[in-house]
C-alpha cells in the first residue's frame, strides 16, 4: 500500500497533470461558453441543441462529437446550457458525448484496430446518451427539473462592448465556478493515485478476465481523461489484446465524465435523481461492455500479459524512488507539452484578469450600461448595418469545427514530414540504446512510438486509407519498441538482449519505412 | 459523491491494493507474455499447424483446436516480420483472415471445410517461403 508521503506526492503529480493536460480543451470550452451567452443567446443556444424537438438527443451528441473539448472543459458549456434552459436531457447527452470523440482524436481512434471498432464505440455512445437523455427528460418532466432562465441576457450588447463582456465571462469563469469544478474533476484522479500502488493496473483488464469491465467501470469514475489520452490507452488495449468491453467502459465513463460531471448535476438536478442517473449509466456502460467483449477481441493479437497503459491512473512514485522531486519534476514536465504550455500561460493570464474584474468589481451587467445608446447609434448607419449576434455565434462555432479540422493536417502531417521526425527518433533512440544510455533512449522511444501513430493517421487523412500491411508493420514497430522499453527498463543492463531487440527493430523499420514510401 | 468513494473502495479492492512484499530491482520485470505454440518463424506456422491437423481425430481436444486457431490468426503477423514482399503477403492475409472467420464461427470446430482451408494455407505458406529475399531489395547493392 502507498505510504501517507506517496500519496500526498503522487496526488498532486497528478493533479497537476491533469491540469495541465486540459488546459486546452478548457480554454476552448470557455471560448463555446461566452459564445453560447453573449453571440448564440438564449434562443440561439436552445435551438442549437435542438430545443424542444425529438431532435434534441441525437443533435446534442452530434454537436458534442463536432465540438473539441474535454469532460473539464464541457463544464462552463453546461453552466450556459443550463442558464439558456436547454432540457436536461440534451445537456446530458451533450455532457457526456462532447468528451467522448473530436476530429483529432476520431482519426486517431480510426488507425487504431479495425475502424469498425471505434464506429462501433461511437454508435454505443450515442444509444447510452439516447437513453439516458430519454430519462433524464422523463424525470425532468416528473419532477420539473428544467428551469430555464426567463430574461434574455446580453442582447443589447453589440461590437467592442460585447467582445469586452466576453473577455469578461471568460476571465470570471477562468478565475470562478468552473475552475473549482476543474479541481474537483481533478480529485479523482488524486484520489485513485492514493488507493492505487505504482503499476496497480497492470494485470487488471485482461482479455480473458471477467472482471474486466467491472474492474474498469470502478476504476473509470474517477478518471479525468483527455479525448486524445483515452484514443492511446484504447491503442495500447488493442496492441496488448485487452479486453474491449473494458475500453469501451473507460471510452465512456474515464473520457466522458468525472467527479465534478456528477457534483455539477446533483448540484443542479438534486442528489437523488442524479444517483438515478449515474446508476443508469453504469448499468448501460456494464451492458453493452459485456455484450460486446466477445465479438470485439481483435483477431491474430497474442496477449501481452499486462499494459502500462494505465499506469497513469496509479501512483506515480514507487518505493523505490527516493527523490520524490525529481519523480514529480520528471512526470510532470513529461506532461507538458508545447500546446498545454500555451493554453496554461493564455488561461492564466484570463484567470489573472477574472481576478482582477472581481476585485474591482466589474462584471458583464456593468458592460451594460451605455450599451442601448450605442445601439441606437449603430441603427442611423445604413452602411454599417448590425449583423444578428446569432449569425456571429454560427459563423465562430463553425469556425471552431472547421478549425478543429483544419488542425487535424497539422497535428497529423504528411507522410514525408513524419518519416522525417521518424528518423531522427529513431537515430536517437537506437544509438542511445546500443551504447547503454537508457535515459536518452527511453525519451525518445515514445516520440518515436507517438509519430509511427501520426504517420498511420497522416496517410489514411490524406490518401482516405491505410493499407492492411502498413497497418501491420506498424502494430510490429510498436510492439518491438514496447520490448526494447522493457529490455532497457531491466536492471542490470544486459547489452547482448538489447542489441538483439535492436537489430529486429532495424529489420522491421525497415518494412514500415518502405511500405509508406512506395 | 458518496457512490463515487463506494465505487473508489470498490475498484481498489478489485484491482489490488497491495504489494507482494517481494524487493523489486524494476518494475518493468514483467516481459511480455509468449504463448508456447508461438511459431519461430513462418515455416514453423505451417510444421506446428500440419502437425496439429495430423493428430488422431480422438486426441484432438479443445486446446488443439484453439492452438490450431491462434497460429492462423498469427500468419499474417509472422509473415510480415520476415522480407516477403507486399504482394506475397497479401494472399496469406486474406486466407489467415477468412479462415479465422470460419474457425471462430464454429466455434473452432474442425469441419471439412476448414480442415481443407487449413490445409491450402499451409501450401500457401509453404510456398511464401520460396520467396522471401534474404535482404529487402533496397538494401541489396548495384548489381555487378
Known amino acids: 500500500m502507498n505510504s501517507p508521503l506517496e500519496m500526498l506526492i503522487g496526488g498532486l503529480i497528478r493533479v497537476a497533470q491533469g491540469f495541465i493536460a486540459a488546459a486546452p480543451t478548457l480554454l476552448v470550452g470557455l471560448v463555446i461558453a461566452a459564445i453560447l451567452r453573449y453571440y448564440l443567446g438564449r434562443g440561439g443556444t436552445q435551438r442549437l441543441f435542438g430545443g424542444n424537438s425529438w431532435r434534441s438527443l441525437p443533435q446534442s451528441w452530434l454537436v458534442g462529437m463536432l465540438l473539441p473539448v474535454c469532460s473539464i472543459g464541457v463544464l462552463p458549456i453546461l453552466i450556459q446550457m443550463r442558464r439558456a434552459g436547454v432540457k436536461p436531457g440534451a445537456m446530458s447527452a451533450f455532457a457526456l458525448s462532447a468528451p467522448l470523440f473530436n476530429p483529432l482524436s476520431l482519426l486517431y481512434g480510426l488507425t487504431l484496430s479495425r475502424p469498425l471498432v471505434i464506429i462501433l464505440f461511437a454508435v454505443g455512445s450515442l444509444i447510452i446518451v439516447t437513453a439516458l437523455g430519454c430519462l433524464w427528460d422523463f424525470l425532468g418532466r416528473k419532477h420539473g427539473l428544467a428551469e430555464p432562465e426567463k430574461e434574455e441576457f446580453g442582447s443589447e450588447l453589440i461590437g467592442a462592448r460585447r467582445l469586452a463582456a466576453t473577455v469578461v465571462q471568460m476571465g470570471r469563469d477562468a478565475s470562478g465556478f468552473p475552475l473549482v469544478l476543474s479541481l474537483i474533476a481533478l480529485s479523482g484522479l488524486a484520489l485513485l493515485a492514493a488507493i492505487l500502488p505504482y503499476g496497480a493496473m497492470q494485470h487488471s483488464v485482461e482479455r480473458d478476465d471477467p472482471l474486466a469491465p467491472l474492474t474498469m ?85 497474442q496477449p501481452a500479459g499486462h499494459t502500462h497503459a494505465f499506469d497513469i491512473y496509479a501512483n506515480p512514485v514507487h518505493s523505490l524512488q527516493q527523490n520524490l522531486w525529481s519523480v514529480a519534476k520528471e512526470a510532470i514536465s513529461k506532461q507538458a507539452d508545447i500546446a498545454s504550455l500555451i493554453s496554461l500561460v493564455i488561461l492564466a493570464g484570463i484567470g489573472l484578469i477574472g481576478l482582477m474584474l472581481r476585485a474591482f468589481g466589474i462584471n458583464d451587467e456593468r458592460l451594460l450600461a451605455g450599451s442601448n445608446k450605442t ?34 493536417y497539422a497535428y497529423y502531417p504528411s507522410p514525408e514530414e513524419c518519416l522525417d521526425e521518424i ?64 529490455e532497457l527498463e531491466h536492471d542490470p543492463y544486459e547489452p547482448k538482449e538489447v542489441r538483439k531487440v535492436v537489430d529486429s527493430i532495424f529489420a522491421t523499420n525497415s518494412r514500415w519505412v518502405r511500405s509508406f514510401r512506395y | ?130 520467396n522471401i529475399p534474404a535482404q529487402l531489395p533496397s538494401l541489396r547493392g548495384p548489381a555487378s
Open chain 1, 423 to 486: 528518423s531522427l527518433a529513431r537515430t536517437e533512440c537506437l544509438s542511445a540504446a546500443t551504447s547503454g544510455d537508457k535515459e536518452h533512449a527511453l525519451f525518445w522511444l515514445p516520440v518515436w512510438e507517438e509519430w509511427s501513430r501520426r504517420l498511420e493517421v497522416g496517410t489514411l487523412l490524406r490518401n482516405g486509407k491505410l493499407r492492411r500491411y502498413q497497418s501491420m508493420q506498424g502494430y510490429l514497430i510498436r510492439k518491438k519498441l514496447e520490448l526494447l522499453e522493457h
Open chain 1, 217 to 301: 467501470l470502478a476504476v473509470s469514475v474517477p478518471v479525468y481523461a483527455t479525448p486524445m489520452l483515452a484514443m492511446s490507452q484504447l491503442g495500447m488495449m488493442f496492441q496488448h489484446a485487452n479486453s474491449p468491453g473494458a475500453a469501451f467502459t473507460l471510452l465512456i465513463l474515464g473520457t466522458g465524465m468525472n467527479f465534478a460531471t456528477l457534483f455539477w448535476f446533483g448540484r443542479q438536478f438534486g442528489w437523488k435523481a442524479s444517483a438515478l442517473w449515474l446508476s443508469a449509466l453504469l448499468m448501460i456502460v456494464l451492458g453493452i461492455s459485456y455484450g460486446i467483449n466477445e465479438p470485439l477481441v481483435p483477431p491474430g493479437v
Open chain 1, 375 to 408: 445601439a441606437d447609434s449603430s441603427q442611423s448607419r445604413r452602411l454599417d448595418p448590425i449583423v444578428p449576434r446569432g449569425v456571429i455565434g454560427a459563423t465562430m462555432l463553425t469556425g471552431l469545427v472547421v478549425l478543429s479540422v483544419v488542425a487535424c
Open chain 2, 1 to 130: 459523491m458518496r457512490i463515487c468513494i463506494v465505487l473508489c473502495f470498490i475498484g481498489s479492492l478489485l484491482v489490488g491494493c497491495v504489494h507482494d512484499g517481494e524487493s523489486k530491482t524494476s518494475h518493468f520485470e514483467h516481459d511480455h507474455e509468449v504463448a508456447p505454440h508461438w511459431p519461430n518463424d513462418l515455416a514453423d506456422a505451417a510444421i506446428k499447424l500440419r502437425k496439429r491437423l495430423d493428430a488422431p481425430i480422438s486426441n484432438r481436444s479443445k486446446q488443439v483446436a484453439k492452438e490450431i486457431a491462434d497460429i492462423v490468426s498469427w500468419v499474417p503477423e509472422i509473415a510480415a516480420d520476415t522480407n516477403l514482399s507486399e504482394q506475397d503477403w497479401i494472399p496469406l492475409d486474406t486466407a489467415s483472415d477468412s479462415l479465422s472467420a470460419k474457425l471462430q464461427s464454429t466455434d473452432n470446430e474442425m469441419t471439412d471445410e476448414c480442415r481443407r482451408q487449413t490445409v491450402a494455407l499451409c501450401e500457401l505458406i509453404e510456398q511464401s517461403l520460396d
